[in-house]
Protein backbone atom coordinates (compact mmCIF):
# COMPACT_ATOMS: atom_id res chain seq x y z
CA UNK A 1 0.00 0.00 0.00
CA UNK A 2 0.91 3.86 -0.52
CA UNK A 3 0.25 6.78 0.89
CA UNK A 4 -1.51 7.71 -2.44
CA UNK A 5 -3.79 5.10 -2.63
CA UNK A 6 -5.34 5.63 0.49
CA UNK A 7 -5.50 9.09 0.32
CA UNK A 8 -7.46 8.46 -3.54
CA UNK A 9 -9.59 5.60 -1.45
CA UNK A 10 -10.72 8.32 1.29
CA UNK A 11 -11.32 11.13 -1.61
CA UNK A 12 -13.31 8.01 -3.28
CA UNK A 13 -15.85 8.62 -0.82
CA UNK A 14 -16.77 12.25 -0.87
CA UNK A 15 -14.85 15.74 -1.79
CA UNK A 16 -13.00 16.64 1.57
CA UNK A 17 -10.95 20.04 2.75
CA UNK A 18 -7.00 18.46 3.57
CA UNK A 19 -8.37 18.89 7.21
CA UNK A 20 -11.29 16.24 7.01
CA UNK A 21 -8.37 14.15 4.56
CA UNK A 22 -5.79 14.42 7.62
CA UNK A 23 -8.26 13.36 10.37
CA UNK A 24 -10.10 10.84 8.14
CA UNK A 25 -6.97 9.17 7.75
CA UNK A 26 -5.61 9.47 11.33
CA UNK A 27 -9.17 8.47 12.71
CA UNK A 28 -9.46 5.10 10.54
CA UNK A 29 -6.10 4.07 8.10
CA UNK A 30 -3.54 5.17 10.90
CA UNK A 31 -3.10 2.18 12.67
CA UNK A 32 -2.16 0.34 9.68
CA UNK A 33 0.05 2.72 7.75
CA UNK A 34 1.21 5.92 9.15
CA UNK A 35 1.16 9.00 7.56
CA UNK A 36 2.22 12.59 9.28
CA UNK A 37 0.11 15.81 7.85
CA UNK A 38 3.15 17.16 6.00
CA UNK A 39 3.32 13.74 4.11
CA UNK A 40 -0.26 13.82 3.19
CA UNK A 41 -0.31 17.36 2.33
CA UNK A 42 2.71 16.65 -0.11
CA UNK A 43 1.86 13.58 -1.64
CA UNK A 44 -1.74 15.67 -2.31
CA UNK A 45 0.15 17.95 -4.22
CA UNK A 46 1.92 15.40 -6.41
CA UNK A 47 -1.88 13.32 -6.91
CA UNK A 48 -2.88 16.72 -8.38
CA UNK A 49 -0.04 17.32 -10.44
CA UNK A 50 -0.45 13.93 -12.06
CA UNK A 51 -4.06 14.37 -12.58
CA UNK A 52 -5.10 11.92 -10.07
CA UNK A 53 -7.11 14.75 -7.60
CA UNK A 54 -8.01 17.80 -8.06
CA UNK A 55 -8.72 20.80 -5.84
CA UNK A 56 -10.91 24.25 -5.57
CA UNK A 57 -10.97 26.98 -3.18
CA UNK A 58 -13.65 28.35 -1.72
CA UNK A 59 -14.21 31.66 -1.17
CA UNK A 60 -15.48 32.43 2.59
CA UNK A 61 -16.14 35.70 4.07
CA UNK A 62 -17.18 35.06 7.56
CA UNK A 63 -14.02 31.87 8.00
CA UNK A 64 -10.76 31.23 6.05
CA UNK A 65 -10.88 30.16 2.40
CA UNK A 66 -10.76 26.22 2.09
CA UNK A 67 -9.44 23.92 -0.73
CA UNK A 68 -11.43 21.03 -1.49
CA UNK A 69 -9.94 18.30 -3.10
CA UNK A 70 -11.73 15.43 -5.38
CA UNK A 71 -10.71 12.37 -7.11
CA UNK A 72 -10.10 12.80 -10.89
CA UNK A 73 -11.56 9.92 -12.76
CA UNK A 74 -8.05 9.26 -13.77
CA UNK A 75 -7.70 8.80 -9.92
CA UNK A 76 -10.86 6.28 -9.87
CA UNK A 77 -9.04 4.35 -12.35
CA UNK A 78 -5.56 3.64 -10.92
CA UNK A 79 -7.62 2.96 -6.94
CA UNK A 80 -9.48 0.31 -8.82
CA UNK A 81 -6.56 -1.21 -10.79
CA UNK A 82 -4.14 -1.01 -7.52
CA UNK A 83 -7.88 -2.60 -5.44
CA UNK A 84 -7.96 -5.40 -8.34
CA UNK A 85 -4.31 -6.52 -7.52
CA UNK A 86 -4.88 -6.89 -3.70
CA UNK A 87 -3.23 -10.20 -4.00
CA UNK A 88 -0.03 -8.98 -4.71
CA UNK A 89 0.15 -7.42 -1.07
CA UNK A 90 -0.71 -10.50 0.61
CA UNK A 91 3.09 -11.45 0.79
CA UNK A 92 4.16 -8.32 2.17
CA UNK A 93 2.32 -9.01 4.82
CA UNK A 94 2.73 -12.52 5.73
CA UNK A 95 6.72 -11.31 5.72
CA UNK A 96 7.64 -9.97 8.96
CA UNK A 97 10.57 -8.06 9.36
CA UNK A 98 11.30 -6.82 13.30
CA UNK A 99 14.24 -5.70 15.12
CA UNK A 100 12.35 -6.19 18.41
CA UNK A 101 11.80 -10.04 17.34
CA UNK A 102 15.57 -9.49 16.25
CA UNK A 103 16.48 -8.79 19.49
CA UNK A 104 14.88 -11.03 21.34
CA UNK A 105 16.21 -13.79 19.36
CA UNK A 106 19.41 -12.90 21.27
CA UNK A 107 18.61 -11.63 23.88
CA UNK A 108 20.09 -15.23 26.09
CA UNK A 109 22.98 -12.75 26.04
CA UNK A 110 22.28 -10.35 28.44
CA UNK A 111 20.84 -10.15 31.68
CA UNK A 112 17.29 -11.88 31.19
CA UNK A 113 15.71 -9.00 33.33
CA UNK A 114 16.66 -6.71 30.86
CA UNK A 115 14.90 -9.09 28.24
CA UNK A 116 11.79 -9.46 30.74
CA UNK A 117 11.54 -5.78 31.17
CA UNK A 118 11.16 -4.81 27.49
CA UNK A 119 8.45 -7.74 27.16
CA UNK A 120 6.58 -6.03 29.86
CA UNK A 121 6.47 -2.90 28.02
CA UNK A 122 6.04 -5.05 24.63
CA UNK A 123 2.69 -6.35 26.45
CA UNK A 124 1.62 -2.87 27.39
CA UNK A 125 2.44 -1.24 24.37
CA UNK A 126 -0.02 -3.89 22.99
CA UNK A 127 -2.91 -2.88 25.43
CA UNK A 128 -2.67 0.31 24.55
CA UNK A 129 -3.06 -0.57 20.71
CA UNK A 130 -6.25 -2.40 21.76
CA UNK A 131 -7.80 0.70 23.16
CA UNK A 132 -6.91 2.35 19.98
CA UNK A 133 -8.78 -0.30 17.84
CA UNK A 134 -11.80 0.44 19.88
CA UNK A 135 -11.37 4.43 18.95
CA UNK A 136 -11.34 2.86 15.27
CA UNK A 137 -14.40 1.01 15.89
CA UNK A 138 -15.99 4.31 17.22
CA UNK A 139 -14.66 6.48 13.88
CA UNK A 140 -16.03 3.84 11.59
CA UNK A 141 -19.59 3.96 13.28
CA UNK A 142 -19.07 7.87 13.31
CA UNK A 143 -18.35 8.04 9.26
CA UNK A 144 -20.00 5.02 8.14
CA UNK A 145 -23.12 7.28 7.88
CA UNK A 146 -21.01 9.99 6.12
CA UNK A 147 -21.20 7.52 3.09
CA UNK A 148 -23.79 6.35 0.17
CA UNK A 149 -23.62 3.00 0.98
CA UNK A 150 -22.73 1.62 4.43
CA UNK A 151 -21.86 -1.49 3.74
CA UNK A 152 -18.32 -0.74 2.50
CA UNK A 153 -17.81 0.08 5.93
CA UNK A 154 -18.18 -3.77 6.80
CA UNK A 155 -14.86 -3.21 4.97
CA UNK A 156 -13.34 -1.09 7.47
CA UNK A 157 -14.40 -2.97 10.26
CA UNK A 158 -12.24 -6.10 8.76
CA UNK A 159 -9.37 -3.99 9.19
CA UNK A 160 -10.02 -3.30 12.70
CA UNK A 161 -10.50 -6.89 13.27
CA UNK A 162 -7.15 -7.83 12.26
CA UNK A 163 -5.37 -4.94 14.29
CA UNK A 164 -7.43 -6.04 17.21
CA UNK A 165 -6.74 -10.05 16.51
CA UNK A 166 -2.99 -8.79 16.10
CA UNK A 167 -2.43 -7.03 19.27
CA UNK A 168 -4.24 -9.66 20.85
CA UNK A 169 -1.93 -12.19 19.29
CA UNK A 170 0.91 -10.13 20.88
CA UNK A 171 -0.47 -9.90 24.22
CA UNK A 172 -0.69 -13.80 24.56
CA UNK A 173 2.72 -13.90 23.34
CA UNK A 174 4.29 -12.03 25.90
CA UNK A 175 1.80 -13.77 28.80
CA UNK A 176 3.65 -17.03 27.46
CA UNK A 177 7.08 -15.21 27.19
CA UNK A 178 7.36 -13.81 30.56
CA UNK A 179 6.60 -16.96 32.22
CA UNK A 180 9.11 -18.72 30.26
CA UNK A 181 11.97 -15.94 30.78
CA UNK A 182 10.55 -15.92 34.55
CA UNK A 183 11.30 -19.41 34.57
CA UNK A 184 14.91 -19.24 33.52
CA UNK A 185 15.48 -16.07 35.46
CA UNK A 186 14.22 -18.21 38.60
CA UNK A 187 16.88 -21.00 38.15
CA UNK A 188 19.80 -18.69 37.67
CA UNK A 189 19.14 -17.44 41.22
Known amino acids: MSLKHGLLGLLNYYPMTGYEIDKGFNDSLNFFWQANTSQIYRELNKLEEVGLLKSEWILQSD ?25 SSI ?14 FFAGEINPEKAIDTIKVFKKKCAER ?9 AIEAYQHEIDNAEKAEYWKLTVLFGDEFFTAGLIWADKALEILENINNKEK
Do not use: C, H, Q
Open 91 to 104: DGTLIMKSSFLMRI
Open 130 to 138: KVLMNMARS
Open 63 to 87: KPNKRIYSITEEGKKELDKWLYDME
